[in-house]
């Protein structure tokens, strides 16, 4: 299995970052980043009150994340959009899945309380 110096990498425990320290950390130039900010739409760092870039590290992720597609895997922009959507939409469902088993549960619990509480006023 290749070595990925993309998993290797730290980010530190802030906040935000600002364009070059995303730079820094990801070794991607901060161009590479403001045009990968026009092309995946997943990615939007918030903007300062003077419109400076605070990137969040759920932001450094997603990065990273284009950066193993495009450059580890051989992804074109079009490829890479697709499989991050791809990806999401997975999210989406595990999320939704997740959320009715939840339900499943619950109501299971309210059963039992029903039925102890049924038996309680026998």
């Known amino acids: 299995m290749e070595n990925n110096p993309v998993q290797e990498i730290q980010i530190p425990d802030k906040l935000f970052f600002t364009i070059r320290e995303v730079s820094d950390i990801t070794k991607v130039k901060s161009y590479i980043l403001r045009y990968w900010e026009k092309q995946f739409k997943i990615l939007k760092p918030v903007r300062s009150i003077g419109g400076q ?3 969040r590290k759920k932001d450094i992720e997603m990065v990273l994340l284009i950066q193993r597609l495009l450059y580890n895997e051989g992804f074109t922009i079009d490829g890479a959009k697709k499989k991050l959507k791809d ?13 009715e088993l939840e339900l ?12 102890d509480l049924k038996k309680t006023m026998e």
């Open 104 to 115: 499943v549960e619950t109501i299971e619990k309210l059963k039992k309380k029903l039925g």
């Open 53 to 55: 870039r605070a990137y």
């Open 87 to 99: 990806l999401r939409k997975n999210e989406v469902q595990m999320e939704i899945n997740f959320k």
